[in-house]
């Protein structure tokens, strides 16, 4: 066992559902999303993606697309010279962003693929950079360093990567202490849980470069950037 995994793993509220379940949640939230939950993600997102800070010509992965918003960003970022792919667990969020990318055309190679983190469908060293935003906090505890030493072995040696998560401190707050009661009482409906996403990424051998801290309804919530 990896200790550094243990003095996280411990912490985190678990995930009681499983991956199919999570598909089906998202498939049925693919259409409604733009008005539940992406407008109050969008000040993270945008902080996010300052972290990554995208150039021309770079090949980018984004892990759960949701409805297309970051990748239209970085399509603007990269141009015609770089490259997308995003992926996400459920076939209908592919769909959306599909559809969000083909109005904004820019000429930028892009695929959508449906699938499952835990097993990226990509060869070694293709990447750039790596981008996730309210993605990683969804995934079973034990699943966590399995997405994470995927992104390790598809991002290239120079490669770096930005998270975007619901943060779990040292001492939680009040607002934190609530959603995870509500976590607990609900957790197929309410399944986000905070992370403490420093020591996540440096248990799985990255080096963090830059943080950003904010909140949601007064939940807080972190950007990471980090090195391979």
Not at 142 to 148: F, N, S, T
């Amino acid at each position: 066992m990896n200790p550094q995994f243990d003095s996280w793993a411990a912490r985190v509220a678990p995930v009681e559902r499983s991956t199919a379940q999570a598909r089906a949640t998202y498939d049925r939230l693919a259409p409604w999303y733009d008005w539940v939950e992406a407008p109050f993600e969008r000040r993270a997102r945008a902080a996010g993606l300052r972290l990554l800070d995208a150039r021309p010509g770079e090949d980018i992965l984004e892990i759960g697309v949701g409805s297309g918003h970051t990748l239209a960003a970085l399509a603007r970022q990269v141009g015609p010279d770089g490259s997308l792919i995003g992926i996400d667990l459920s076939l209908r969020m592919t769909q959306v962003t599909r559809r969000r990318l083909t109005r904004e055309d820019r000429g930028i190679r892009l695929a959508l693929i449906q699938a499952d983190a835990c097993h990226l469908p990509l060869h070694a060293a293709s990447f750039d950079a790596i981008t996730m935003s309210f993605t990683l906090e969804l995934m079973a505890t034990e699943d966590i360093p399995v997405v994470l030493a995927q992104c390790r072995r598809v991002l290239r040696d120079t490669g770096r990567i930005v998270v975007v998560s619901l943060a779990l401190g040292d001492t939680p707050s009040l607002m934190t202490r609530l959603y995870l009661a509500a976590h607990r009482r609900w957790p197929r409906t309410i399944d986000c849980r905070p992370l403490p996403l420093h020591d996540v990424l440096v248990s799985s051998g990255f080096t963090v470069e830059g943080t950003w801290a904010g909140a949601i309804g007064g939940l807080p919530v972190t950007a990471i950037g980090a090195r391979r």
